[in-house]
């Protein structure tokens, strides 16, 4: 055995990953500093997800915001200063986020339990696993822990980095690729999109004017199309419409089945199927065992995109505020 592949296999067996800062996180980071960390994590996130099912879609998307801006160092859940709007949460694409008080109410039991010991970053990433976990009553993939919380939040950052819901293929797969995520990556993510909504802003471009001349695109499904025209009455409309309509509240691989019948959401969905390398890996997550396994190897590589480790960062006191 040579020596780089022992070093894998030391990584592997002690739950080491390394990430691009040059840090490491790993698993059960916390259990000498606060053992019962990750148990309230669980704990207050399944409290707050059985009387709101609607959290998990919100929670999975306030992380992948987080993690395109700057990595995941909890940047998406500062507040502005005074009248600035500054902050990467007061940009356009992140106004429709939500969740932020039950990442508040996690820290707070955190703080009366650890004081300044568990990152708003790495409750941020729990959170959103465990969120999804709740309709399983298990953990659905592995969060490895360590992360440390930026001070910086920049508004302006936000349109460089987040992909838009219009973006092509190649865009898709660019975007990706600057945080060091592959099209495989790209494709499986997007199941996400088997829960929660999309605004119909965002889309009904696709129904009315899709080439600027009052047309549709004529890759989605027209029977899909006269359904979402019941719900969006125009290219302004900002109604709230289930991306997964047969199962909106469920995690599962629906969204691969109703893809592959060209009834993806946003033209960002249906670029998937532009692509033959991700077509294919789209018709193979058909299979829910298959997701499963994938959405959680994607979403350890995701949370740590450019995480602060170390002495870098700090550990919040308060999620919303940077420490004086």
Request: charged letters at 20%.
């Amino acid at each position: 055995m040579n020596f780089n592949l022992l070093l894998l296999v030391f990584l592997a067996f002690f739950g080491v990953f390394e990430v691009c800062e040059g840090g490491v996180l790993r698993k059960n980071y916390y259990k000498h500093t606060c053992p019962l960390a990750e148990k309230i994590v669980q704990d207050v996130t399944w409290r707050h997800v059985s009387s709101n099912p609607n959290l998990p879609a919100k929670l999975i998307r306030m992380h992948f915001h987080d993690c395109f801006v700057r990595g995941c160092d909890g940047s998406i859940l500062l507040n502005s200063t005074g009248n600035s709007r500054s902050a990467e949460k007061d940009a356009v694409p992140n106004l429709s986020l939500a969740g932020f008080d039950v990442i508040d109410d996690i820290k707070a039991q955190l703080e009366k339990t650890c004081p300044g010991v568990v990152s708003c970053a790495d409750i941020l990433t729990l959170a959103s696993r465990d969120s999804v976990s709740f309709q399983f009553k298990k953990s659905m993939w592995e969060v490895v822990t360590g992360r440390r919380d930026g001070r910086i939040s920049i508004a302006s950052e936000v349109f460089a980095n987040i992909p838009a819901p219009s973006f092509n293929f190649a865009t898709l797969k660019k975007s990706f690729q600057t945080k060091g995520l592959t099209v495989h990556d790209l494709v499986v993510l997007s199941g996400a999109h088997t829960i929660g909504v999309g605004h119909c802003n965002f889309f009904s471009n696709r129904l009315y004017n899709f080439t600027g001349k009052g047309d549709a695109d004529p890759s989605l499904n027209s029977s899909y199309a006269a359904f979402l025209k019941t719900k969006c009455r125009n290219l302004t409309d900002t109604t709230a419409v289930a991306m997964d309509p047969g199962s909106p509240r469920n995690f599962d691989s629906n969204y691969f089945v109703i893809l592959k019948q060209n009834m993806g959401m946003f033209q960002s969905d249906a670029a998937l199927l532009t692509d033959k390398g991700a077509r294919n890996i789209a018709l193979e997550l058909v299979d829910s065992a298959d997701f499963f396994t994938e959405f959680a190897q994607s979403m350890k590589r995701m949370g740590a995109i450019g995480v602060l480790t170390g002495s870098a960062g700090e550990i919040r006191k308060k999620c919303s505020v940077v420490n004086a």
